[in-house]
């Protein structure tokens, strides 16, 4: 058999940034500001989910029972992904009697919608834009469906302010209870005020 020609690739030949150099830096950015806004996303539902857990009022019978699954579920909360974040945050709501929300089902709905996008942003492999600047990501979900969809600038812009709106939906969640929403300095009552500082959602 003849011996193979073998190759690999010259490092010093390839386009500076590369595999993002055929995208406007402004893409980039405007990506990486998704990213961002979802990740921010996350961790308000950890918060929301600490808020609502704990202030859940208990029967003298079940607090020690309700404190001893608490940690179990904050733990779990600060390392799930956004999709089970959700449905946890779903339940916390539901199971408090206090809660005010009177469009739990929509918020929900639009989270999780918007989860399936952040997939696509954060796992997507952006091929080579079009004339005017848009980029369709290569995604394939869980039920073998292709993303399609080709995004640009503009698009980005309009879905990280959606993303924003829906933090700032499942913070009000919280402080229209009358508390303070955990780790910020705003109005209301304060869940949880750690003695030694040692709390990670604080």
């Known amino acids: 058999m003849e011996e193979p020609k073998r190759h690999v690739i010259n490092l010093d ?6 595999p993002t ?3 406007e830096p402004i893409f980039w950015e405007s990506l990486g500001r998704v990213v961002a806004t979802f990740g921010f996303l996350e961790e308000t539902l950890t918060k929301a989910i600490f808020a609502f857990t704990g ?30 974040l959700i449905d946890t945050y779903g339940k916390a709501v539901r199971e408090h009697p206090d809660a005010t929300i009177s469009n ?9 919608e918007a989860s399936k ?7 997507g492999s952006w091929r080579t834009p079009n004339s005017e600047g848009a980029s369709v990501p290569f995604f394939v979900n869980r039920q073998q469906e292709k993303f399609d969809t080709a995004i640009d600038v503009d698009y980005l812009l309009q879905l990280q302010k959606s993303v924003s709106e829906l933090i700032c939906a499942v913070i009000d ?6 508390w303070q929403f955990p780790g910020s300095s705003g109005p209301g009552r304060i869940i949880w005020e750690s003695q030694d500082h040692r709390s990670d959602l604080r």
């Open 55 to 84: 202030t859940k009022p208990y029967s003298e019978e079940e607090v020690q029972k309700a404190l001893d699954n608490w940690e179990r579920k904050l733990q779990k909360a600060l390392s799930d992904q956004l999709c089970n």
């Open 13 to 18: 030949a390839l386009p500076k940034m590369y």
């Open 104 to 112: 739990l089902d929509k918020l929900l709905e639009q989270l999780k």
């Open 117 to 123: 996008m952040r997939n696509v942003i954060c796992h």
């Open 21 to 23: 150099h055929s995208h």
């Open 173 to 178: 969640t919280v402080t229209h209870m009358g």
